[in-house]
């Protein structure tokens, strides 16, 4: 999927979206990419004249890749975070890098889905760690 088509999904627009590409493997997992351009509004002053992105945002584009997992699941429906479990950072991502992230589904408990997730760039780990979702009902406030 490309862009236009992963906002039928999620509720995500410019500039939080941050996924570009994604498609879904025979075996269930995904697989799913972020170029960045350097041009990201998180880069603005982290840090002046060494940009890096942020740790946090790494997660938050794992945690975007991974949900697509879900699927129809998502249309109507919102996925907010309930954990970030042994996330690592192994190497930094900079303005120039392709993150590709790959996600598998490794439980369901009612509402909550826990997909183990990894992100590299050409080839090299930058981060890992199990995310926990809650899928609820689409909120729209006026």
């Known amino acids: 999927m490309n862009r236009e088509e992963i906002k039928q999904f999620l509720p995500h627009r410019e500039p939080m979206l941050l996924v570009d590409w994604t498609e879904k493997n025979e075996d269930g997992s995904i697989r799913a990419t972020y170029h960045v351009t350097g041009e990201e509004w998180f880069l603005k002053g982290h840090f002046p004249g060494f ?77 890992k760690g199990q995310l926990t979702f809650y899928l609820m009902d689409a909120q729209v406030q006026d």
């Open 51 to 127: 940009p890096v992105v942020p740790g946090v945002v790494i997660c938050e584009i794992m945690a975007q890749c991974c949900t697509l997992i879900l699927g129809d699941k998502l249309i109507g429906k919102t996925p907010f975070y309930a954990g970030l479990d042994n996330v690592r950072f192994k190497s930094m991502v900079r303005p120039g890098d392709t993150i590709e992230v790959s996600a598998k589904l490794n439980a369901t408990r009612g509402p909550l889905y826990i997909i183990d997730a990894q992100a590299n760039v050409g080839g090299k780990l930058a981060c």
